[in-house]
């Protein structure tokens, strides 16, 4: 299960103790990835150095609203602080106005600037309809994106089955989907994977190994 998880703490209010602690978490039970904001990074790949726990981190978090020249100039900061994977949210507006052209510019944009390093595209499905979730993730999949994010976990409605798999439909059997916002237990962790999830995003990642170990 370990394989699978991005320990993760985003709050606003986070301490360097905690971080320094999720940190030490994620080395010693060998979760894939820690979650942090751009501020922790540097911190995080000092604490994580040689261990082999990815260093996620998020941009235009959590509205995605941001122009994309910001988001831009982000993704660079993060790389440069030693971010091995990238969150990015998606222009949530430009989805609902239906300004795919947009969308996709913004995207190519964000690709060609992560030179190769992973970004994890976050679509925010609970504020977006069925039909928006499947464009958003086929135009995604068309840009040449193989990784696709459910939520930020600041919104009322996070993770769910059903955007999974809408979103898991829309691509190629490979792509890879992330699933995060509201998961606590192993039980929906188990729920999120057999509906095709392959990476969960949760800060109860502790919590959850206790439940598998026990």
Same mark, same amino acid.
């Given at each position: 299960?370990? +394989? ?8 606003? =209010?986070?301490?360097?103790? +905690?971080?320094? $602690? ?7 039970? @060998? ?15 000092? +604490? *994580? ?17 941001? !122009? ?9 900061? /993060? *790389?440069?602080? @030693? ?12 989805? $609902? =106005? @239906?300004?795919?052209? &947009? &969308? ?8 060609? /600037? ?5 970004? %994890?595209?976050?679509?925010? !499905?609970?504020? *977006? ?5 499947? #464009? /958003? ?7 040449? &994106? =193989?990784?696709?994010?459910?939520? !930020? ?8 089955? #059903?955007?999974?798999?809408?979103? $898991? ?12 916002? @509201? ?7 188990? %729920?999120?994977? #057999?509906?095709?999830? !392959? ?5 109860? /990642?502790? %919590?959850?190994?206790?439940? *598998?170990?026990?």
């Amino acid at each position: 299960m370990q +394989e699978f998880i991005d320990h993760t703490n985003l709050r606003a =209010d986070a301490r360097r103790d +905690e971080i320094i $602690k999720l940190c030490q978490e994620a080395r010693e039970y @060998g979760f894939k990835a820690v979650c942090v904001n751009p501020y922790y990074v540097e911190l995080a790949s000092l +604490e *994580l150095a040689a261990s082999g726990v990815e260093i996620a981190t998020v941009i235009g978090f959590p509205l995605g609203q941001n !122009t994309t020249a910001v988001k831009v100039f982000e993704l660079k900061e /993060a *790389l440069r602080s @030693g971010a091995t994977e990238i969150d990015a949210v998606i222009n949530i507006a430009a989805v $609902k =106005d @239906g300004d795919w052209e &947009y &969308y996709q510019e913004e995207l190519h944009q964000l690709k060609k /600037a992560a030179c190769g390093v992973q970004i %994890k595209l976050i679509l925010e !499905t609970g504020l *977006l309809t069925s039909k928006e979730i499947a #464009e /958003a993730s086929r135009l995604a999949v068309e840009c040449g &994106y =193989d990784f696709l994010k459910t939520s !930020t976990g600041y919104q009322a409605v996070g993770a769910t089955i #059903e955007a999974v798999e809408i979103m $898991k439909a829309a691509g190629p059997e490979n792509l890879q989907i992330k699933a995060a916002g @509201g998961i606590r237990d192993l039980a929906s962790c188990r %729920k999120f994977i #057999e509906a095709g999830a !392959t990476r969960i995003g949760t800060s109860s /990642a502790v %919590k959850i190994m206790s439940e *598998l170990q026990n």
